[in-house]
């Protein structure tokens, strides 16, 4: 993947190995429209084939990260239409969700609707102090989308979740991170800064282990036990082939700095 690229809707820059996707509608606090979601799903095929992409960063422009779907574009008015409004969608999401490397969303103002469902789908949420999470779709009689029904019970628990969309009730960022959906609060001036540094980190990890840890997570509350100890032992097996496993094997031994280490210092 190039960069840095514009397609207006979404800006797209790589440095080291990091992509970030910024979300670029800053008037419309950043509001999904068909160009974005055109976009979006374009980036994240071709981040999925381009194993140089070591890490992702989702970002929004302006101050906010994203209001959700673009209620004046929204013109469906049958049930067929309306599904295959969201089964546009769900290729990409699944594949962002799925995704066997770290993907890290930096959630500054607004994150609404579809924009809260692109936050659920990263592995990390830093958030600024002025961040506002909701599902809003009840006040517009629709369900939540973007793969939300799946994350946002896992993130936050069955509980939680039925009370933020069944209430549409805004969240602030501590309340996030009190739930689970938020790592970091920090201030909104460190926020991309400290989402890049994050990211930069996790890049360092072995490409191996971190997607078969990530996928064997992602499937371990749909499975039972025994299921999740033959993942475990299929993926073990994997990972101590790899060269990353041995060279780090190597420097531990000989005292040498490791190839992956956290915390990332702030």
């Known amino acids: 993947m190039n960069a840095p690229e514009d397609n207006n809707t979404l800006l797209i820059t790589q440095h080291d190995g990091v992509v970030t996707l910024s979300f670029n509608r800053p008037e419309a606090k950043n509001a999904l429209n068909t160009e974005m979601r055109t976009a979006l799903h374009d980036a994240v095929v071709r981040i999925r084939a381009d194993r140089s992409i070591r890490a992702v960063v989702l970002r929004g422009e302006g101050g906010d ?27 990409w999401i699944s594949m962002l969700i799925d995704l066997d490397r770290p993907v890290i969303a930096a959630v500054d103002g607004v994150c609404y609707g579809a924009g809260f469902s692109l ?16 599902m809003p779709f009840m006040k517009v009689g629709l369900v939540p989308d973007c793969g939300a029904f799946y994350t946002l019970p896992r993130v936050v628990g069955l509980a939680r979740a039925k009370d933020l969309v069944f209430t549409a009730r805004e969240m602030r960022a501590p309340e996030a991170k009190e739930a689970g959906a938020v790592l ?68 531990f031994r000989e005292k040498e700095a490791p190839l992956f280490q956290w915390p990332v210092s702030q």
Request: charged share 25%; aromatic share 6%.
């Open 119 to 134: 936050a659920l789908a990263a592995d990390f949420v830093i958030a600024s102090e002025r961040a506002r999470f909701c």
């Open 184 to 251: 970091e609060i920090v201030e909104a001036a460190q926020l991309h800064a400290r989402a890049a540094q994050i990211a930069a980190c996790l890049a360092n990890a072995s490409p191996v282990a971190f997607g078969l840890a990530k996928r064997a997570l992602n499937q371990s509350l749909g499975s039972d036990l025994r299921a999740m100890l033959d993942i475990e032992a299929a993926a073990q097996g994997i990972a101590f082939s790899t060269e990353f496993h041995r060279e780090a094997v190597r420097r």
């Open 65 to 91: 990260f994203c209001s959700g779907g673009d209620v004046r574009g929204m013109n469906v008015t049958s049930a067929q239409a309306g599904r295959e409004r969201i089964d546009d969608l769900h290729g």
